[in-house]
Structures are given as C-alpha cells and as structure tokens.
C-alpha cells in the first residue's frame, strides 16, 4: 500500500503565498502521476494540478493557472504545490493523491487510485 500525508496548509491573507507538501511512503514504487485536488465547504471536489512521473508534463485547472505550480521530488517521495496570490476562493482542504497505472494523467478523481487525508488552507479576505 502507499500513503500519503499532506503538510503546509494554514491560514494566509489574500495575495500570500503557501507551500503545500506530500510525502508519499509504502509502496512508493508503485506512484506514476501524482496529483493535487481541493474541496472547498459545501461543494464537490475537484481538480488543482497534475504531473506525471518525470514532472516533465503538467496540467492545471484553468483557475489556479499562473498562480500555482506543481512539482515532485521522486528522490524524496514528494510532492509540492507552491500557491501564490492567493484568493479566498481558493479555500479549501487540499488532497494529494497519485495513480498506479503507467501512462494515466492524474486529472481525474475517480482515476486516483492513492489518496492523503487533506490539508486546511484558509484565504482571509
């Protein structure tokens, strides 16, 4: 099995910046894509940011771009999100998750195979 643990989250007034953090541990092996996916209160969850395993090839939503960056250290088992000019929009527990299938983009939710327990961002206005 892998698990993940998420680490970074906190409160920050808009414009600031975090940096979120996941260390994978287990099975690491069997990581490919990784991901990060947010649900803010009283909505559905949904897509942040993706990359694949060499972080040659990422994928944002449309409202993040520019704003957020994803990255990996595949030598520490580690997977960042640095969030810059944050709004209170982005609000939310933030969850890494990864897939175990070669080749997959990790953008969709039902496609995640490994999932972290969150990590509370708050944006004050």
């Known amino acids: 099995q892998v698990q993940l643990v998420e680490s970074g989250g906190g409160l920050v007034q808009a414009g600031g910046s975090l940096r979120l953090s996941c260390a994978a541990s287990g099975r690491t092996f069997s990581i490919y894509a990784m991901g990060w996916f947010r649900q803010a209160p009283g909505k559905e969850r949904e897509f942040v940011a993706g990359i694949n395993y060499s972080g040659a090839s990422t994928d944002y939503a449309n409202s993040v771009k520019g704003r957020f960056t994803i990255s990996r250290d595949n030598a520490k088992n580690t997977l960042y999100l640095q969030m810059n000019t944050l709004k209170p929009e982005d609000t939310a527990v933030y969850y890494c998750?990864?897939?175990?299938?070669?080749?997959?983009?990790?953008?969709?939710?039902?496609?995640?195979?490994?999932w972290g327990k969150g990590t509370l961002v708050t944006v004050s206005s």
């Open positions: 998750a990864a897939v175990n299938s070669p080749g997959l983009r990790a953008t969709r939710i039902s496609g995640m195979d490994y």
